[in-house]
């Protein structure tokens, strides 16, 4: 399974960004998904997740209310809608794909390149 992340960008604090992650895959309804970043210097985070039919959704204390994931099943994209964005989001931003509904990066099997996004004050 291969993934594509785009959207990524230079914005000011305050600014929202909308990420896609893309996949040609026929199975892509099989998949929970979740976005996680890694900012200059630390380690990779779990940012959110979503269920393989999108009903369930789960976040991150620091995004819960700024950040909302989706999923489009027919469109074979799953996004992330980042508003009231902060230098601290400053971040290379990662899709994955996995059989699990779980912030473990670890559990998810196929990661996309990641899209740098940029948040200056």
């Known amino acids: 399974v291969q993934l594509q992340a785009s959207g990524g960008g230079l914005v000011q604090a305050g600014a929202s960004l909308r990420l896609s992650c893309a996949t040609s895959?026929?199975?892509?309804?099989?998949?929970?998904m979740g976005w996680f970043r890694q900012a200059p210097g630390k380690e990779r985070e779990f940012a959110a997740a979503?269920?393989?039919?999108?009903?369930?959704?789960y976040y991150v204390d620091s995004v819960k209310g700024r950040f909302t994931i989706s999923k489009d099943n027919a469109k074979n994209a799953v996004y992330l809608q980042m508003n009231s964005l902060t230098p601290e989001d400053t971040a290379v931003y990662y899709c994955?794909?996995?059989?699990?509904?779980?912030?473990?990066?670890?559990?998810?099997?196929?990661w996309g390149q990641g899209t740098l996004v940029t948040v200056s004050s």
């Open positions: 994955a794909a996995g059989w699990d509904f779980t912030v473990d990066a670890g559990s998810y099997k196929y």
């Open positions: 895959t026929r199975t892509f309804s099989s998949y929970n």
């Open positions: 979503i269920s393989r039919s999108g009903g369930r959704t």
